[in-house]
């Protein structure tokens, strides 16, 4: 019975592992999203993928937050918004690659530093091959393999995030399989 659990446990806390891939971030941390946080020096070491959170904790009597286009989060221009929240704790799940600007709403704040630009990693569709050339009188096919020479045969593979935390997630689930069977044969 204590195999089976053991069993059972280590499944459990390996599709765990797999699935919980995403990184949830404060912005601010303890500080929160505030004119007297240092925007700038919170987001410089922190590296965002898609389907990472953004929560803005912050005073709704205050603040607000804004996201905006990116001529909009130099100038503090917060009349034009692609997006408004002032509930005082605000999720934005981060949705696609590139980057997402947020500002305060009220413009003398942003204006003192209370802006926030993130830079998502990835996001860049795969190009498709182009298709290969026919060459002048050749009875070949135009859907033909291209040739080693060929640049798209240069590419290198691109793994997304997901195929590659599935993949770690997984050699997780194979070792503590394995351990469960160690100790399954240890009798412990």
Known sequence: MAKVLLVYYSLIFGFAIITCSATTYIVGDSSGWDISTNLDTWVADKKF???????????????????????????????????????????????RGGDWYFVCGNQLYCLGGMKLDVH?????????????????????????????????????????????????????LIYIALLANVFGVLGI
Do not use: W
């Open 49 to 95: 993928k898609i389907g990472d959170s953004l929560i803005f904790q912050y005073s709704s009597s205050s603040y607000s937050v804004d996201e905006v286009t990116r001529e909009n989060y130099d100038t503090c221009n917060t009349t034009n918004i692609l997006k408004s929240y002032g509930n005082g704790n605000t999720t934005v799940t981060l949705t």
């Open 120 to 172: 998502v990693e990835g996001g860049k569709a795969l190009s498709p091959a182009p298709a290969p050339k026919a060459m002048f009188g050749s009875n070949q096919k135009t859907n033909a393999v291209p040739d080693s020479q060929s640049p798209s045969s240069k590419k290198s593979t691109h793994l997304s995030n997901g195929a590659i935390n599935y993949a770690r997630g997984a050699l997780y």
